[in-house]
């Protein structure tokens, strides 16, 4: 199996901040097949955590971070406290 979410959280990348600090709780696990066998009809060509100014706080003690639907148990009309990762395939 192979995780290609281990790159990104290396580069300060991640899914969640919790206390100052990324974590990378969304990760989507690869075969190697899917990676490095070319008889394979799918590929793997990329990864990417899908982190827009729209689902991210803009300002703030929580700048940087995911925009979340609740803070604490108030609404706050945000998105998700996790970013979605987003794997790229060719054919």
Not at 16 to 38: A, E, P
């Amino acid at each position: 199996m192979y995780n290609p979410c281990w790159a990104l959280l290396k580069k300060g990348i991640g899914t969640c901040g919790h206390k100052n600090t990324w974590h990378f709780f969304d990760q989507i696990i690869l075969s190697y097949g899917m990676v490095n066998n070319r008889k394979q009809s799918w590929q793997y060509s990329d990864i990417e955590v899908f982190n827009r100014s729209f689902n991210r706080n803009q300002f703030g003690k929580f700048k940087g971070f995911p925009y979340r639907s609740f803070s604490g148990t108030k609404w706050i009309d945000g998105y998700s406290d996790h970013y979605p990762v987003i794997v790229y395939l060719k054919k």
